[in-house]
């Protein structure tokens, strides 16, 4: 994937949040299956891990909450930018801000950073379509941009964000409610097998629109990555699944 091209060799590539901040040459994933590597989110400042109970299973997958922990971006930056230098794949940096401007000044700090392919953006759940083209014209310059949105509510967003100028509209996780065993309700994202059906409807509605989207949700088969491709999508991020992939099979 060249600099200013967001055309994955092969299809596919890790979500954010589940695979570090850069790939690990330890880890047993066979990484010529990745077209790319996205980075775990990252702030601009420091964010602690989410407190009380951050995890709930429910039939067909699970719930997650973490609050999206890390450093920093410019403490990330010293730390992982050689990884990402020396990355075997190209690397999109999956930034969270609160605003345009915060955007506007993470993304100048990461544009002469060697082995940066790309950036991926996130949108807070009850952000509004109003919202989308001043993020997305905060991150532009050097690098493409993905632009990651909600899933249940892409249909409505997505064309705003291409107009804007993303250049390909990625699916976060839904989120969901559950109680714990104590009748307590945790909120977080959804995951697990049971996802996809909605995936794939959300990349095919996408798709018919004629809107570049990579498909994400549920994806844990070799069989569910070929319907989304053969829906339309440009390429699919895989989540859950890859956490208990070994050796040369990322999925079954």
Same mark, same amino acid.
């Given at each position: 994937?060249?600099?200013y091209d967001?055309t994955? %060799?092969?299809?596919?590539?890790?979500a954010a949040?589940?695979l570090g901040f850069a =790939?690990d +040459?330890?880890?047993?994933l %066979?990484?010529?299956q990745?077209?790319? @590597?996205?980075?775990?989110p990252?702030?601009?400042g420091?964010?602690t891990?989410?407190?009380?109970?951050?995890?709930?299973?429910?039939? &067909?997958?699970f719930?997650?909450?973490t609050?999206?922990?890390?450093?920093?971006?410019e403490?990330?930056?010293r730390?992982? /930018?050689?990884h990402?230098k020396?990355?075997?794949?190209?690397v999109i940096?999956?930034? $969270?801000?609160?605003?345009?401007?915060?955007?506007?000044?993470?993304v100048r700090?990461? #544009?002469n950073v %060697?082995?940066v392919?790309?950036?991926e953006i996130?949108l807070?759940g009850e952000a509004?379509?109003?919202m989308?083209e =001043? @993020?997305?014209?905060?991150?532009a310059?050097?690098l493409p941009?993905i632009m990651? $949105?909600?899933m #249940?509510r892409?249909?409505d967003? /997505?064309?705003?964000?291409i107009?804007?100028g993303a250049? *390909?509209?990625?699916l976060a996780?839904p989120?969901?409610i559950l =109680?714990?065993?104590e009748?307590?309700?945790v909120?977080g994202?959804?995951?697990g097998?049971a996802? @996809? =059906?909605?995936?794939?409807k959300? *990349?095919? #509605?996408? *798709?018919?629109?004629?809107?570049p989207?990579i498909g994400?949700?549920?994806i844990?088969?070799q069989g569910?990555k070929?319907?989304?491709?053969?829906a &339309?999508?440009?390429a +699919?991020q895989? %989540?859950?699944?890859?956490?208990?992939a070994?050796?040369t099979?990322i999925l079954?």
């Amino acid at each position: 994937m060249a600099k200013y091209d967001l055309t994955f %060799d092969p299809p596919v590539m890790n979500a954010a949040g589940t695979l570090g901040f850069a =790939p690990d +040459v330890y880890n047993q994933l %066979d990484w010529s299956q990745l077209g790319a @590597f996205i980075t775990n989110p990252i702030s601009l400042g420091a964010r602690t891990p989410a407190h009380g109970m951050r995890y709930a299973a429910y039939p &067909g997958g699970f719930l997650l909450h973490t609050g999206h922990p890390n450093r920093g971006l410019e403490s990330v930056i010293r730390h992982y /930018a050689g990884h990402w230098k020396r990355s075997p794949l190209p690397v999109i940096i999956h930034l $969270l801000a609160r605003s345009p401007e915060e955007l506007f000044s993470m993304v100048r700090k990461l #544009e002469n950073v %060697d082995g940066v392919s790309g950036l991926e953006i996130g949108l807070a759940g009850e952000a509004g379509g109003g919202m989308l083209e =001043p @993020f997305i014209q905060a991150a532009a310059g050097e690098l493409p941009v993905i632009m990651q $949105l909600p899933m #249940e509510r892409s249909a409505d967003l /997505a064309a705003v964000a291409i107009q804007a100028g993303a250049a *390909v509209i990625s699916l976060a996780a839904p989120r969901g409610i559950l =109680p714990t065993p104590e009748g307590k309700l945790v909120q977080g994202r959804l995951y697990g097998p049971a996802i @996809f =059906p909605q995936a794939l409807k959300a *990349v095919q #509605e996408l *798709v018919r629109l004629g809107l570049p989207t990579i498909g994400s949700g549920g994806i844990y088969t070799q069989g569910q990555k070929q319907a989304m491709l053969a829906a &339309g999508a440009t390429a +699919v991020q895989l %989540d859950a699944s890859l956490w208990r992939a070994a050796g040369t099979r990322i999925l079954t």
